[in-house]
T-cell receptor, first 114, second 114 residues
């Protein structure tokens, strides 16, 4: 099946700094990528949807200036958490879809802001 | 927007027994219903899905049923094994040909006891 990778798998950063998370589709072209956030023992909450070459569409309540999403190619999307604070600590998961209806999920990135 | 409710939140069964997880959705336009298994610290993995033109789908020990009139769908796992222990999420989506947003249920922690 299709494979989606994320890097890094975990990251610790200091409050006020920015951190970038990469999401790659390894064996297919992802026309659409999604970014989710998941707090412990909770469901996945969609943050934004990005289409290659277009600006991301953010869900209500998600600050687009804080969570910068770039989808510059059909195999790579990045999420940058700017000026991170402890409340941004979470599990960030991306997914990608190409021509099929299925979304393929990455393994997630654990962000801890100290 | 779509709202997906999922029950139960936790489910404990004996190895070999069956497990049933139920979800309801609110938007009658939803026509795609995937189920995901998420192990601790990992991204969700698709285990089975069903479209609204089908009432039931089976894949070995896993089956999903859909009742469009009542707007609910269920996951059935037979002959449960310890490796089935994980968090299961249902989701609903409206297929639009690409980049289909998923609305997730709240998750069910399944524990299969020896």
């Amino acid at each position: 099946g299709a494979v989606v990778s994320q890097h890094p798998s975990w990251v610790i950063c200091k409050s006020g700094t920015s951190v970038k998370i990469e999401c790659r589709s390894l064996d297919f072209q992802a026309t659409t990528m999604f970014w989710y956030r998941q707090f412990p023992k909770q469901s996945l909450m969609l943050m934004a949807t990005s289409n290659e070459g277009s600006k991301a569409t953010y869900e209500q309540g998600v600050e687009k200036d804080k969570f910068l999403i770039n989808h510059a190619s059909l195999t790579l999307s990045t999420l940058t958490v700017t000026s991170a604070h402890p409340e941004d600590s979470s599990f960030y998961i991306c997914s990608a879809s190409g021509t099929s209806t299925e979304q393929y999920f990455g393994p997630g990135t654990r962000l801890t802001v100290t | 927007g779509e709202n997906v409710e999922q029950h139960p939140s936790t489910l404990s069964v004996q190895e070999g027994d069956s497990a049933v997880i139920k979800c309801t959705y609110s938007d009658s336009a939803s026509n795609y219903f995937p189920w995901y298994k998420q192990e601790l610290g990992k991204g969700p993995q698709l285990i089975i899905d069903i479209r609204s033109n089908v009432g039931e789908k089976k894949d070995q020990r896993i089956a999903v049923t859909l009742n469009k009139t009542a707007k609910h769908f269920s996951l059935h796992i037979t002959e449960t094994q310890p490796e089935d222990s994980a968090v299961y999420f249902c989701a609903a989506s409206i297929l639009t040909g690409g980049g289909n947003k998923l609305t997730f249920g709240t998750g069910t922690q399944l524990k299969v006891e020896l």
